[in-house]
């Protein structure tokens, strides 16, 4: 009995912890692509700061308002157009700016987190292809 509640107490603590890393992962990622990309435009003026800052900030948003409501990670239809969102910002960015596949990244974490059955392959196939 001990090992088990001593079990399911580290399942809890490993599962907070994926629950804070989700939760912070995606602006980490915008951040060091900012940063990578303001970085890159001292020295290549062909960056278009305006674009990418925008950008950043829908993208930004945009997790941002699906984060704050958790019940919504219930809905896949809902939780089909977050990621669709995700995927098309960051396909945005990556045009913007190469260093924004750092965020890109996010678009495999959405798909596999959110996405029931065969869209979870869909939603792959499509970060993919903006990853390319």
């Known amino acids: 009995m001990a ?6 107490h ?14 912070v992962l995606p602006y980490v990622l915008l951040a060091v692509s900012l940063v990578f990309t ?7 003026p062909g ?5 990418v800052l925008v950008l950043t900030a829908a993208a930004a948003g945009w997790v941002h308002l699906f984060g704050r409501h ?3 990670h219930q809905r ?19 045009a ?17 987190m959110h996405l029931r059955r065969r869209w979870k ?4 196939v499509k970060s993919e292809a903006k990853r390319s």
């Open 70 to 72: 958790p019940e919504w």
């Open 96 to 112: 913007a700016s190469p260093w924004y596949g750092f965020f890109a990244f996010m678009g495999y974490v959405y798909a596999e």
């Open 3 to 8: 090992m088990e509640a001593e079990l399911r």
């Open 38 to 44: 303001l970085l890159q435009a001292l020295v290549d």
């Open 10 to 23: 580290a399942l809890e603590r490993a599962e907070r912890r994926r629950s804070v890393v989700m939760r």
């Open 47 to 51: 960056v278009n700061v305006a674009a």
């Open 76 to 94: 896949p239809a809902l939780m089909g157009v977050q990621v669709a969102g995700v995927v098309a910002l960051a396909g945005g960015l990556v």
């Open 121 to 124: 392959y869909v939603g792959v």
